[in-house]
């Protein structure tokens, strides 16, 4: 049974209906305790920029996703268009490196070197077609009768009572780690690992995140009376991948259900060699983008919590360490950390809604 795409892959799917809603989300940074001191604007006025990465000379590489544009900012100079989706397409999931950054251009794993040379490295919609890796894993609420599956709603927008993976690709997050890159796909809910040589293998499939359905829940949801007491799995959509540094995969996980609170957010490890997954913090609000200190520390923005939330090296309890507006990337380079805030602004249509994304430097 295929689902409808739910209004909780805002991010993941790249919907902006709730735009007017976002933008009610902490209008102004504030900082907290031990947090860093007052913000640098890098770049202002983008359409949605909710990706940034920040080479080793410190020169900035952020998206404008739903506009299709790529840009590079070196320090003391203006700001470069370094690619621009002819066929209006998504453009984010930056990773640099040494010689260049890997992006991806709707579901097209891309680099582009230093020096101007762009290439098409792997097709991932066609590799989910192909190997759909969460294809055996179910979702929904396996155990309520069929009759009570009967009872649940249909149509747009709705969660089925059962479904298993479907073949969906939305590549949200990248990591680049020598010459490959690592890559979570949030509508396959796949960590993939791409060669440069076009080569894709499924690293992990995270798994499904389970919610005891209440009478509350139910009644939020639309789901019939009979299915309270029941577990509803939902899709734990990765929304981005860093390498820490004990050799693991860090991943946030935005989980397809309600940006409330009801299904939580949180932040997983996958072992690159062996595909193990451990949860090292759970209960965050629309987790889009994370990064690793040097010291192991985890920052993660949640994007309709309005805030940068930090995770000590080791897991324990998450502190908020910036408020900030809507904030979805998260990058670390040395003393610095940089954002992506207002990154829901200008989707709207509405009048005065105007792009007010922007890239934004914090010294740590």
């Known amino acids: 049974m295929s689902p409808s795409i739910p209004a909780r892959r805002l991010v993941a799917a790249g919907v902006a209906a709730a735009a007017a809603l976002a933008v009610t989300v902490a209008p102004e940074a504030t900082a907290t305790s031990a947090a860093p001191g007052a913000p640098n604007a890098v770049a202002k006025k983008l359409l949605s920029p909710l990706s940034v990465d920040v080479t080793a000379k410190d020169a900035v590489v952020y998206s404008a996703n739903f506009a299709g544009t790529l840009y590079l900012k070196k320090p003391g100079k203006k700001a470069e268009v370094i690619f621009?989706?002819?066929?209006?397409?998504?453009?984010?999931?930056?990773?640099?490196?040494?010689?260049?950054?890997?992006?991806?251009?709707?579901?097209?794993?891309?680099?582009?070197?230093?020096?101007?040379?762009?290439?098409?490295?792997?097709?991932?919609?066609?590799?989910?077609?192909?190997?759909?890796?969460?294809?055996?894993?179910?979702y929904g609420a396996p155990t309520v009768s069929e009759e009570c599956a009967s009872q649940f709603p249909t149509g747009e927008g709705t969660l089925p009572p059962q479904?298993?993976?479907?073949?969906?690709?939305?590549?949200?997050?990248?990591?680049?780690?020598?010459?490959?890159?690592?890559?979570?796909?949030?509508?396959?809910?796949?960590?993939?690992?791409?060669?440069?040589?076009?080569?894709?293998e499924s690293v992990a499939v995270l798994p499904p995140i389970p919610v005891e359905i209440t009478a509350e829940v139910a009644e939020g949801l639309g789901f019939p009376e009979c299915s309270v007491g029941h577990d509803y799995n939902f899709e734990p959509v990765p929304t981005d991948v860093e390498m820490g540094p004990d050799g693991l995969l860090y991943v946030t996980s935005l989980p397809g259900g309600p940006e409330d609170g009801t299904v939580p957010g949180g932040v997983f490890t996958v072992d690159p060699a062996s595909g193990e997954v451990a949860e090292v913090a759970s209960g965050l609000v629309s987790a889009t983008g994370l990064d690793v200190a040097p010291n192991g520390d985890v920052y993660v923005s949640e994007l309709f919590a309005g805030k940068i939330t930090r995770i000590p090296a080791g897991g324990g309890e998450p502190s908020t360490y910036l408020e900030v507006p809507l904030p979805a990337a998260v990058e670390i380079k040395g003393r610095h950390l940089y954002t992506t805030e207002n990154v829901l602004t200008g989707l709207s249509g509405e009048p005065g809604d105007v792009p007010a994304g922007k890239v934004v430097r914090y010294k740590r």
């Open 163 to 200: 479904y298993e993976g479907i073949v969906e690709s939305h590549p949200y997050g990248t990591a680049a780690v020598g010459r490959q890159a690592y890559v979570a796909d949030a509508a396959g809910n796949t960590i993939l690992r791409v060669g440069r040589n076009g080569s894709v």
């Open 84 to 138: 621009q989706s002819a066929k209006q397409r998504e453009v984010g999931a930056i990773a640099v490196d040494r010689t260049g950054a890997w992006f991806v251009h709707g579901a097209t794993l891309m680099r582009r070197t230093w020096k101007g040379e762009r290439s098409a490295v792997a097709n991932l919609g066609k590799f989910e077609k192909a190997e759909n890796p969460d294809g055996d894993v179910t």
